[in-house]
């Protein structure tokens, strides 16, 4: 219990550090796995990412990728270029794809696209919205990251 309480401190006080030199906030919550560990994308068999409908208990039908990662956007972005930045992504990791993405069961294909990023790499949208993952959720269905407020708006399962 201790080794948690030191590790979720230690991890807020970088994620404070971080914030302060970027000028953004970093989000509140549990503690964050290192970002090393988030989760990689669902490739399908053409090579792009792979969007699907899925039920959660509390929240209903939300998106997720074809590994059933819970999948976020935020409320902050206009348009389909991310804001989620240099210090944003190692608590938002973007949904990245290396082919046309892929409409799982219960997606919508007309509303899935792309958008590139800063760095040149090539994120999901749905409806328009980039999507993210959040690096607290360790396992398929976690929503950890749901109504969550920072770098600039709100985060939502899509």
Same mark, same amino acid.
């Given at each position: 219990?201790?080794?948690?309480?030191?590790?979720?401190?230690?991890?807020?006080?970088?994620?404070?550090?971080?914030?302060?030199?970027?000028?953004?906030?970093?989000?509140?919550?549990?503690?964050?796995?290192?970002?090393?560990?988030?989760?990689?994308?669902?490739?399908?068999?053409?090579?792009?990412?792979?969007?699907?409908?899925?039920?959660?208990?509390?929240?209903?039908?939300?998106?997720?990728?074809?590994?059933?990662? %819970?999948?976020?956007?935020?409320?902050?972005?206009?348009?389909? %270029?991310?804001?989620?930045?240099?210090?944003?992504?190692?608590?938002?990791?973007?949904?990245?794809?290396?082919?046309?993405?892929?409409?799982?069961?219960? &997606?919508?294909? &007309?509303?899935?696209?792309?958008? %590139?990023?800063?760095?040149?790499?090539?994120?999901?949208?749905?409806?328009?919205?980039?999507?993210?993952?959040?690096?607290?959720?360790?396992?398929?269905?976690?929503?950890?990251?749901?109504?969550?407020?920072?770098?600039?708006?709100?985060?939502?399962?899509?």
């Amino acid at each position: 219990m201790k080794s948690k309480l030191w590790l979720t401190n230690g991890l807020l006080t970088l994620a404070l550090l971080v914030a302060a030199c970027g000028g953004s906030s970093p989000p509140t919550g549990s503690a964050s796995p290192s970002p090393a560990s988030s989760p990689a994308p669902s490739l399908a068999a053409t090579g792009g990412t792979k969007i699907a409908v899925a039920t959660n208990a509390k929240l209903g039908q939300i998106l997720v990728d074809g590994n059933g990662m %819970t999948v976020y956007l935020l409320t902050g972005h206009t348009g389909t %270029t991310s804001t989620c930045g240099a210090a944003c992504v190692p608590f938002w990791p973007p949904v990245l794809t290396t082919g046309v993405p892929q409409a799982g069961t219960g &997606a919508e294909a &007309a509303l899935l696209g792309t958008t %590139t990023r800063a760095d040149g790499k090539v994120e999901v949208t749905y409806a328009g919205h980039p999507l993210y993952y959040f690096i607290s959720d360790s396992q398929a269905g976690e929503t950890g990251g749901q109504g969550l407020k920072a770098f600039g708006g709100l985060w939502w399962v899509t």
